[in-house]
């Protein structure tokens, strides 16, 4: 089983997404890091969880499709696979997160 992810930061904000970021485990092992898969959690909880999953074993993604100014809790897991065997470690520190305000600029001239 891989070492668990450490170090999980939101790099970003928008009203719409959340970037993340996070330092791949020590000790992978023989097996590596295949991808990681993020745990998105609104104020409604694991009802509502989706699991979004990096390309491959790259340490950030944006999550997308969120609602403005909703809070979220983030966590992330490493996925190895050996001989078709998908293991996942252990859950990452865990942040929770609001997304940003959406602005709307309008021309008073127009109004």
């Known amino acids: 089983m891989p070492s668990q992810p450490t170090n ?5 904000i928008d009203s719409s997404w959340i970037l993340l970021d996070w330092i791949q485990p020590i000790g992978i092992g023989l097996q590596g890091i295949s991808y990681y898969t993020v745990t998105v959690m609104d104020s ?5 969880a ?3 999953s990096t390309p491959d ?3 950030m993604l944006n999550i997308t499709n969120l ?7 983030l966590v992330v897991r490493a996925v190895s696979s050996v001989l078709g065997v998908k293991v996942r470690s252990q859950a990452s520190n865990v942040i929770t997160q609001m997304t940003g305000k ?5 021309d008073r001239k127009q109004c």
């Open 44 to 48: 409604l909880g694991v009802r509502n």
């Open 50 to 52: 989706r699991d979004v």
């Open 8 to 12: 999980l930061q939101v790099k970003a």
């Open 102 to 106: 959406i602005f709307v600029i309008y």
């Open 67 to 73: 609602l403005p100014t909703a809070s979220y809790t």
């Open 57 to 59: 074993n790259t340490t």
